[in-house]
């Protein structure tokens, strides 16, 4: 299980492989997972945005699941797993997230209920019923996809619930982690990716970033750096990914990172499920000649 001191570092949120015909490719998943897990990251998110959670089955996830249980112990490595269990109706996350917890997960991501546009009574709500399960949780707030923004004071409480252990700020800016610093003690993890390294200064504890794929041991280096305190030079080692982070959000999460791993023959294609649409040709080429670069 993960803890409150573990929420901390890197975390990779990974990619679900799919075949031409929109199976998962399950030996893809195994064979990039082996490659990925090389990197001394803190943990993986499976079924987060980056996994195409909402056209991912949970029968999938369990798959998923269970493929990368057995990845992590043939490596013999300990690699805590997240998965992604949120959704917008509160029974649906509460019965994923036992199901999760009795996988063995180490702890689950629910982001804030989208769509229904629910008060912040009803989302504390939400996340206090999910809390109670009994399993880790790491709230995720991501208001450019959600349609609502949590008011800080909800935040401050949701983060007070025995059971959640820390959240992932995706808000999109670092007024959320700045008005929490001094207002709750629970980790956070930056999870909008070009505001890495001013969050480190701000007080995040770490990562949840898509992009942390590509130039792995970079970001990890960022994060060295902001836990010494060196935040400057974070700052100076995180501007020269700061192209690379732009190229990979410049269309919709994952496709670009999707088509890297394909590149990079880590993924046999870089198919997603409609709605979700493989990258233009344009970004191609831009993405081909900076990873071509040194
Ligand atoms: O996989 C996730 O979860 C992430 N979500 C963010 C998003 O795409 O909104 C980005 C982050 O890098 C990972």
């Excluded at 399993?135 to 949701?158: F, H, K, N, S, W």
């Excluded at 992009?211 to 960022?222: G, K, M, P, Q």
């Amino acid at each position: 299980m993960l803890h409150v001191e573990n929420l901390k570092g890197i975390f990779v949120p990974v990619a679900t492989p799919f075949t031409q015909d929109g199976e998962i490719d399950l030996a893809s998943f195994i064979h990039y997972l082996e490659e990925l897990l090389r990197h001394p990251i803190q943990g993986i998110v499976l079924n987060g945005t980056t996994g195409e959670a909402p056209t991912v089955e949970w029968a999938e996830v369990e798959t998923l699941f269970h493929a990368a249980r057995t990845v992590i112990r043939r490596l013999g490595i300990c690699m805590p797993i997240i998965v992604g269990t949120g959704t917008n109706d509160t029974r649906t996350t509460i019965r994923r997230t036992e199901a999760a917890g009795k996988w063995g997960a180490d702890a689950v991501l629910a982001v804030t209920p989208y769509y229904s546009r629910p008060s912040a009574d009803g989302v504390y709500r939400h996340f206090k019923a999910v809390a109670h399960t009994g399993v880790p949780l790491v709230a995720y707030e991501v208001p450019e996809r959600t349609g609502i923004r949590v008011p800080v004071d909800t935040m401050v409480r949701i983060l007070e619930l025995d059971g959640v252990i820390g959240l992932k700020d995706a808000s999109g800016g670092f007024e959320l982690v700045n008005a929490l610093a001094g207002r709750s003690a629970k980790p956070i993890l930056a999870g909008s990716d070009d505001l890495f390294a001013a969050m480190l200064r701000y007080g995040a504890s770490g990562g949840l970033l898509a992009s942390a794929h590509v130039r792995t041991e970079a970001f990890l280096e960022v994060y060295r750096l902001a836990e010494e305190g060196r935040y400057d030079e974070a700052e100076a080692a995180f501007s020269k990914l700061l192209p690379l982070i732009r190229l990979l959000f410049r269309e919709t999460n994952p496709a670009p990172i999707k088509w890297v791993l394909a590149q990079a023959g880590l993924f046999a294609s870089d198919a997603l499920r409609l709605p979700l649409t493989p990258i233009t040709q344009e970004l191609q080429k831009e993405l081909s000649a900076f990873l071509a670069s040194p």
